[in-house]
C-alpha cells in the first residue's frame, strides 16, 4: 500500500475505506506495452470518479527498459448488462442444468419471443395458404417457431453443456422474455486456461453445425413446398444464421472468445489478442455494411437489414479488453 492509500485507509470510516479500495480495484491502466494493473496496485486511489482520463505513470515493465513514463490509459469497467439480474429484486430459481441454475426474476420471463414468433408465422401461413383451415395455421406456426427458437435453446444449452464438461460451468442460465441468457459471474476468471475458454464458446456453434446438418437432412426427405419441406426451411436458415452471426469478433457473440483465447493459446497476451480482436471486428463490420450495400443495390431488403444491423453491433460493439475488469455478471450472448 503507498502511503497516500495508508493515509486514506485510516482516516475514512472503515465501509467507506473499503468501497474506496474496490473501486480503486476496478480501474485498470493498461500501457501501451500491454501490461495491465489496477490503479490500487499502481499505487494510487480513483472513487467515485467518472470518465476515461489519460494518466502518466511509470509502467513497471517499460522501466526496466530505461523508458520514462509510459502513457497508460484508464478504463471504465463496462456499463452493467441490461440482460443481468437486478440485485435489488428476489431471484427465483426453477430447476438446475447440469448444476447450472435456470433462474428468472419478476415477470421478465413471459414468454415474449415465443408469442410474437408464433403470430409472425401465423401471419405468414395464412397468406400462403388461404384455403387452410385456422388450426393447421396454428400447427404449421408453431412448427416453425419451435424450430426457430429451439436452435438458439439448443445453442445455450450447448454452452452450458461444454462449460459443465471443463469444469468452468456457467454460474446462470436466465430466463427473459421466454430465450436463454447466460450469465457468468467471471467470465475470464484467471483459472480459466484457453483451451476452457474454447471449448466453452465453439459448443454453441458447434451444437448449431450439428443441428443444420439434421435439417438439411429433412430438407432431402420433404417434398418441396410442403408443409414439413417449409419446417426444414426454417431450421436450416436459423441454425445458419446462428452459426455464421456466432462467428463475429465481438465479445458478445462466440467469435470474440473464440478468436481471442485461440491468439492467448499460441503465445499472445490477454491484452494484445483483445487488441487483434479489435481490429478483426472493425474490418468484419466495415465488411458487413459493405455487404449490406450490395444487397440493397440488389433490392434484397430484408438479407440487406440483417446484415447492417449485425455490421452495426459489430462496429460499436465494446472491446474485448473490457472483460478483463472484474466485474459481476457480465452478459455473455451468445
Ligand atoms: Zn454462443
Not at 435456470?102 to 400462403?128: C, D, H, M, N, Y
Not at 476452457?196 to 437432412?217: D, E, F, Y
Not at 418441396?224 to 452459426?243: K, L, W, Y
Not at 472483460?323 to 450472448?333: E, L, M
Request: hydrophobic share 45%; net charge positive; with cysteine.
Amino acid at each position: 500500500m503507498s502511503s497516500i492509500q495508508k493515509f486514506f485507509m485510516r482516516i475514512l470510516p472503515r465501509a467507506w475505506a473499503e468501497d474506496m479500495q474496490a473501486q480503486s480495484q476496478r480501474w485498470i491502466l493498461r500501457c501501451t506495452c500491454g501490461h495491465e494493473r489496477s490503479i490500487w496496485e499502481a499505487g494510487g486511489i480513483r472513487w467515485k470518479a467518472r470518465g476515461n482520463p489519460r494518466r502518466w505513470i511509470t509502467c513497471p515493465p517499460v522501466r526496466q527498459k530505461n523508458l520514462a513514463l509510459a502513457p497508460l490509459q484508464g478504463m471504465t469497467p463496462p456499463p452493467a448488462s441490461p440482460f443481468a439480474f437486478n440485485p435489488d429484486q428476489p431471484i427465483h430459481t426453477l430447476g438446475h442444468f447440469l448444476g447450472t441454475p435456470l433462474a428468472v426474476q419478476g415477470w421478465s420471463w413471459l414468454p415474449l419471443s415465443e408469442i410474437i414468433t408464433w403470430a409472425f408465422f401465423i401471419l405468414r401461413s395464412a397468406q400462403k395458404r388461404p384455403r387452410w383451415h385456422w388450426h393447421q395455421h396454428l400447427l404449421l406456426g408453431g412448427a416453425r417457431m419451435a424450430v426457430s427458437l429451439g436452435a438458439e435453446w439448443c445453442h445455450n444449452l450447448a454452452h452450458v453443456t461444454a462449460a459443465h464438461l471443463v469444469g468452468k460451468p456457467v454460474d446462470a442460465l436466465r430466463i427473459l422474455f421466454g430465450m436463454p441468457v447466460l450469465l457468468y459471474d467471471e467470465p475470464e476468471h484467471p483459472s480459466i486456461t484457453p483451451r476452457q475458454h474454447l471449448i466453452r464458446s465453439l459448443g454453441g456453434p458447434a451444437c448449431n453445425a450439428v443441428l443444420l446438418l439434421v435439417s438439411k437432412v429433412f430438407q432431402h426427405l420433404t417434398p418441396p413446398a410442403s408443409p414439413a419441406r417449409e419446417v426444414a426451411d426454417t431450421a436450416a436458415g436459423m441454425n445458419t444464421f446462428i452459426a455464421a452471426a456466432g462467428l463475429i469478433p465481438i465479445s458478445a457473440f462466440d467469435g470474440g472468445p473464440i478468436l481471442k483465447w485461440s491468439l492467448v493459446g499460441r503465445g499472445h497476451s490477454p491484452a494484445q489478442a483483445g487488441q487483434i480482436v479489435a481490429r478483426a471486428s472493425q474490418l468484419v463490420g466495415a465488411g458487413l455494411l459493405g455487404s449490406a450495400a450490395v444487397a440493397l443495390h440488389k433490392r434484397r431488403w430484408p438479407l440487406a437489414g440483417i446484415i447492417a444491423f449485425l455490421g452495426m453491433i459489430t462496429l460499436t460493439a465494446p472491446k474485448m479488453e473490457h472483460d478483463a475488469c472484474r466485474r459481476k455478471q457480465v452478459f455473455a450472448r451468445t
